[in-house]
């Protein structure tokens, strides 16, 4: 089956960019998502279509996808943005999530 | 306001059932296909079913294929998760979502979550 990895841990100071990454084999040719998942709280969209952002999410929320590799880049990240992060694709009619990376701001 | 609504989530013994429902509003919901997600405490997301708009496409994930059932009522803008002979790796919150693909198809992105109902499967 199908299988997208993703570094358990990533850490950033306030400020920097955080890039957080998600391989899976020939992920490029597909559609890539991502999800913020914060303590307690559903699952909120951020970027969809490897690139577009929802309605209501800041612009330093950015992403991109080829070969292998989906990229979720955060600009100048700031406290609020601590959270668990996932990827997600469809492969043959099925849904596939990362592992979640915890970003952590400090 | 567009809003997913789960309930139907419970204690339940090691190979009973349980229905979970999700009742949507705030959009047309015939137009969008329906997933279920789950996340097991203390882990990450896991995809588990999908249904099209039409309710005529179904897929599952194999942890809950020839177990689980996803259906859905367009005229109560309902979808259900039907879940038999459960186990405890089972257990875990279960989120209703919609997906924004094309017209009815699957394989969009998840753009609106519920806020989940928990299963716990245990004697």
């Known amino acids: 089956s199908y299988e997208l990895t993703q570094a358990p841990s ?60 989906a990229t979720l880049t955060i600009s100048g990240t700031q406290a609020m943005d601590e959270a668990d992060y996932y990827c997600q694709a469809w492969d043959s009619n099925t849904g596939v999530f990362g592992g979640g990376t915890r970003l952590t701001v400090l | 306001e567009v809003q997913l609504l789960e309930s139907g989530g419970g204690l339940v013994q090691p190979g009973g059932s349980l229905r979970l429902s999700c009742r949507a509003s705030g959009f047309i919901f015939k137009n969008y296909a329906m997933t279920w997600v789950r996340q097991a405490p203390g882990t990450g997301l896991e995809w588990v079913s999908a ?10 994930a194999d942890s809950g294929k020839g177990r689980f059932t996803i259906s859905r009522d367009n005229s109560k803008n309902t979808v259900h998760l039907q879940m038999n002979s459960l186990r405890g790796e089972d257990t875990a919150v279960y989120y209703c979502a919609k997906d924004n693909g094309a017209v009815g198809a699957t394989g969009g992105a998840f753009d609106i979550w519920g806020q989940g109902t928990m299963v716990t499967v245990s004697s």
């Not at chain 1, 957080?20 to 699952?43: H, R, V």
């Not at chain 1, 577009?52 to 996808?65: A, E, L, V, Y």
């Open chain 2, 51 to 60: 249904i099209s708009g039409g309710g005529d496409d179904t897929y599952y």
């Open chain 1, 10 to 69: 990533v850490s950033v100071s306030p400020g920097q960019t955080a890039t957080i990454t998600c391989s899976g084999d020939e992920l490029g040719d597909k559609y890539a998502s991502w999800y913020q998942q914060k303590p307690g709280q559903s699952p909120l969209l951020v970027i969809y279509e490897d690139r577009m952002r929802p309605s209501g999410i800041p612009d330093r929320f950015s992403g991109s996808n080829s070969g292998n590799t």
